[in-house]
């Protein structure tokens, strides 16, 4: 079982390149994040062509998170528990819930694709907006797996976090002055961890980064970030036999600045002959 994310920065503008690597990858789950449009708008007849149900929530040309399948799909869930909301001069608890989660079951692997915010400076809201959006979702993912002990979760996609120094390689970002390197958020992508989620794709693939600004040359330069990981537990990381960081996607037609990043899984009773990995 292959599974793997990618912010493709607008499913509209990048549908026929997505879909073309999901067939030549082989890949049998994909997680997006920023879709950039409503279910209305999502270009569902290539991805069915190619024989993927895709179920998604976005509100807006902003955002918008999706899941494409080519295995069926259960207990499809819009946001997660204690998920916060944001909208500028907004305070308290009710703000409006942005695009930015989603999840599903597929065989008994529970998936989420997540789109963290970004936080755009270290005294902007939005940061403060990012962090609570962390802390929840390591709260919500903790006491799922407590209550489902051993069961394989996923949370995976653009976290917007650099969180070692290794994964940070755009010297436009300044130590104490930018964010994705804060140790506010360094922390909260910590805590992550702390609740019982592990990286699995650095013990594999220890160099390379998923993102590359399009400004200033920063791909062939490979001034880039590693911010799009797959986190899972237990049960999930144990299962993890291979991964990749498909940078050769950065290239080319209309890239987007991000770049998938996939995980193959041994699946108990499977007589996959399949390569591992492409």
Known sequence: MRIATWNVN????????????????DVDVLAMQEIKCTPAQFPMEPFEEAGYEVVLHGLNQWNGVAIASRLPMTDVEIGFRGQPGFAKGHEGPDAPLEARAIGA?????????LYVPNGRALDDPHMDYKL???????ADAGDWMAANPG??????????VAPLDADMGDPSFVPGASTHISPAERAAFAALEEAGLSDVVRPLVPEGYTFWDYKQLRFPRDEGMRIDFILGSPGFADRVVDARIEREQRKGDAPSDHVPVVVALAVEGDDDDRPMIF
């Open 132 to 138: 609570r959006f962390l802390r929840t979702l390591a």
């Open 151 to 160: 069961a394989p979760l996923a949370l995976v996609g653009d976290f917007n």
């Open 105 to 113: 079951t597929i065989d008994d692997v529970r998936i989420w694709s």
């Open 10 to 25: 607008s499913i509209r503008t990048r549908y026929g390149r997505v879909v073309d690597w999901l067939v030549n990858a």
